[in-house]
Antibody, heavy 120, light 108 residues
Framework: QVQLQESGPGLVKPSGTLSLTCTVS?????????WSWVRQPPGKGLEWIGE???????NYNPSLMSRVSLSVDKSKNEFSLKMTSLTAADTAVYYC?????????????WGQGTLVTVSS | DIVLTQSPGTLSLSPGERATLSCRAS???????LAWYQQRPGQPPRLLIY???SRATGIPDRFSGSGSGTDFTLTISRLEPEDFALYFC?????????FGQGTRLEIK
């Protein structure tokens, strides 16, 4: 049973930096999957942030690329998101998710999501 | 970026009726890498359909997907009370892997 769990601060100050971690269980972070982040502002739609492979290869949403960095920690079986220069527009539920590299099927596994509020 | 436009924005139907949701892409979706998700309040999205027409594990057969190129459809043959939710399409063939803005399926 693959499970993903997000963790990180619920409140970040404007202009600050957000760091979130997704802990993976039931699968190896070194398996042939892309590990992704998706966010959803309250009452709005889904926005794809980016994805990371266990090799360190990454793909980013061009609209966020200048502020986002994704990484993998194989020793902890987790991957992380770092986002800088936060504003109120970054207030959202942040989800981590998994998609296969070998047989692309979309995102079959999701974390429960963590609400991040940007406010002073 | 591939822009996905979903219609209608809101669909009002009764249990037992048939629902047809549309997703149109601004350019052809590579290899029909188009997925549909259902999202209930306070929950993460749930994968329903991938590859435009393949049902994900455990998804009832009243859900079906069709289409190719730039036009895709999600059909729910007979609506159950638990089907009233938010639905998103996503293309995952090209980076960035974009989502549609969603269709809200509400009880009439």
């Amino acid at each position: 049973q693959v499970q993903l769990q997000e963790s990180g601060p619920g409140l970040v100050k404007p202009s600050g930096t957000l760091s979130l971690t997704c802990t993976v269980s039931g699968d190896s972070i070194s398996s042939s999957n892309w590990w992704s982040w998706v966010r959803q502002p309250p009452g709005k739609g889904l926005e794809w942030i980016g994805e990371v492979f266990h090799t360190g290869d990454t793909n980013y949403n061009p609209s966020l690329m200048s502020r986002v960095s994704l990484s993998v920690d194989k020793s902890k079986n987790e991957f992380s998101l770092k986002m800088t220069s936060l504003t109120a527009a970054d207030t959202a539920v942040y989800y981590c998710a998994r998609t296969s590299n070998l047989m692309p099927t979309g995102y079959e596994y999701w974390g429960q999501g963590t609400l991040v509020t940007v406010s002073s | 970026d591939i822009v996905l436009t979903q219609s209608p924005g809101t669909l009002s139907l009764s249990p037992g009726e048939r629902a047809t949701l549309s997703c149109r892409a601004s350019q052809s979706v590579a290899s029909s890498f188009l997925a549909w998700y259902q999202q209930r309040p306070g929950q993460p999205p749930r994968l329903l359909i991938y590859g435009a027409s393949s049902r994900a594990t455990g998804i009832p057969d009243r859900f079906s997907g069709s289409g190719s190129g730039t036009d895709f459809t999600l059909t729910i043959s007979r609506l159950e009370p638990e089907d009233f939710a938010l639905y998103f399409c996503q293309q995952y063939g090209t980076s960035p892997r974009t989502f549609g803005q969603g269709t809200r399926l509400e009880i009439k």
